[in-house]
Nanobody, 115 residues
Framework: QVSLVESGGGSVHPGGSLRLSCAAS????????MAWFRQAPGKQRELVAS???????DYADSVKGRFTISRDGSVNTVYLQMDNLRLEDTAIYFC?????????WGQGTQVTVSS
């Protein structure tokens, strides 16, 4: 079972930026894809962005043009650069690694956007 550790969360004002990191305990290219999800209070967990082993990335409509997912295989880390943050981006952000139907999750990192 892979270990995923998220970091980089915090509190920012609207329009601010944060970069989240997800450090994996094994080679990230072992996985079919890695993704960032988020869960706001009282809401279901939703997919924010994903990147597959080939490098293709996909984004939720709500974050397109503002968030960027990337990876660094030399340190087995996936990143989520979040720019122009909005109040509605407030949530716990989770990293997920997937091999076929098996998924592993990190513990999450809190992102709070407030004025």
């Amino acid at each position: 079972q892979v270990s995923l550790v998220e970091s980089g969360g915090g509190s920012v004002h609207p329009g601010g930026s944060l970069r989240l990191s997800c450090a994996a305990s094994e080679n990230i290219f072992n996985f079919n894809d890695m993704a960032w999800f988020r869960q706001a209070p009282g809401k279901q967990r939703e997919l924010v962005a994903s990147i597959n082993v080939g490098g293709r990335s996909d984004y939720a409509d709500s974050v397109k043009g503002r968030f960027t997912i990337s990876r660094d295989g030399s340190v087995n880390t996936v990143y989520l650069q979040m720019d122009n943050l909005r109040l509605e981006d407030t949530a716990i952000y989770f990293c997920r690694a997937r091999i076929l139907s098996r998924s592993s999750w990190g513990q999450g990192t809190q992102v709070t956007v407030s004025s």
